[in-house]
């Protein structure tokens, strides 16, 4: 009876360790292959990268990796990259015709397309053609990894929060501001983007508050983008680190029930109580239908966690986009009478 009951136990303990092995093996196989992910969605990121600034005689590319666009769509938002005397490289899918109805063509061109722009060494920054869909499906099959030793400028919005995240998650910066097929809408989004990547001026955003914001003082990583986009990557590999970060979201064309569930989402995993402070920009064209509105809706998920609020800042879906350093160090200052987030 003691030695059976000695074999039981013994083969219990060798069933549990196995089984941890098997996990620990799982772990390393989803980690190798995606292993542009370096960081746990709560680990600490102390190592910041921030691509160098651009200047004159620099090649960037142009790409496309959500909906399709045409020749027309680019061609006047290419000529104000040129204006800044910029060479541009479009990217060999750039003008394809839309696959399955939208993309930029299938994944593995829009995959191929952006991974050759990653690696060229003679391009100094990524500006995206347009938004849609498409860009989440890069995670896991495009390698960010070379952008850590070999950083390079990513720029758009949208859905293109997805690539955001994902180098961010890295420590590495990358811009919030239009993309091509938008860049002509306004004229100060379009010069503040070009002072932020060329390292222009105060590098600095300042609104008048209202009753909305919070009063305080906050430094962190400012990291985000469209709140659609950050829940969609919640629980993946992708998920956006909030930790000792500054949140910055903005939306467009949703209900208010709908920013209400995925602001609960982000509560429930833990991701505001790790913030340092809120950047609110546009919410474009949403509807509040039989909701509370979308103030206290910010207000009920961010009012009690005691940090300096920044509401309304024009970074978004509408006429005026103002360009954002998002993964780099960010200063928000919130007073009686406005607001100010500089960009370290």
């Not at 009876?1 to 060798?14: I, Q, Y």
Request: hydrophobic share 40%.
């Amino acid at each position: 009876m003691k030695r059976s009951l000695v074999v039981v136990v013994l083969w219990s303990v060798l069933v549990c360790f196995s089984s941890c092995n098997k996990e620990d093996d799982t772990e390393s196989v989803i980690a190798n292959q995606n292993n542009e992910v370096s960081t746990t969605p709560s680990a600490v990121i102390s190592h910041l990268v921030r691509p160098p600034y651009l200047k004159a005689g620099d090649t960037v590319a142009v790409c496309s990796i959500s909906n399709a666009v045409t020749r027309s769509d680019l061609e006047q938002g290419i000529g104000y990259l040129r204006s800044w005397g910029l060479i541009v490289l479009e990217a060999d899918n750039l003008y394809a015709e839309p696959y399955d109805g939208r993309y930029s063509g299938t994944i593995e061109e829009r995959v191929l397309s952006l991974q050759s722009m990653i690696d060229d060494n003679s391009v100094r920054a990524i500006f995206f053609a347009r938004g849609g869909y498409g860009a989440s499906q890069m995670l896991g099959r495009v390698d960010l990894s070379r952008l850590v030793s070999s950083p390079k400028w990513l720029i758009g919005y949208s859905d293109l929060t997805a690539m955001h995240i994902a180098v961010n998650n890295l420590g590495v910066a990358s811009v919030h501001g239009p993309l091509m097929h938008d860049i002509i809408k306004d004229s100060a989004s379009r010069q503040l983007l070009h002072d932020v990547l060329f390292g222009v001026g105060d590098m600095s955003i300042t609104i008048a508050t209202d009753s909305n914001c919070k009063q305080g003082v906050a430094e962190g990583r400012l990291v985000g983008g469209n709140l659609s986009l950050i829940y969609s990557e919640c629980g993946t590999p992708f998920d956006l680190n909030t930790t000792d970060a500054i949140l910055f979201f903005e939306d467009t064309g949703e209900s208010n029930y709908a920013i209400d569930r995925m602001l609960l989402a982000l509560q429930l995993s833990g991701k505001l109580a790790q913030i340092k402070g809120v950047v609110v920009g546009e919410f474009f064209n949403c509807n509040q239908y039989r909701d509370i509105s979308l103030d206290a809706i910010i207000q009920k998920y961010f009012g009690p966690l005691g940090v300096p609020i920044m509401y309304g800042v024009p970074s978004g879906h509408d006429t005026q986009n103002y360009a954002l350093v998002l993964g780099g160090m960010a200063h928000l200052d919130v007073g009686s009478s406005e607001a100010t987030l500089s960009f370290r």
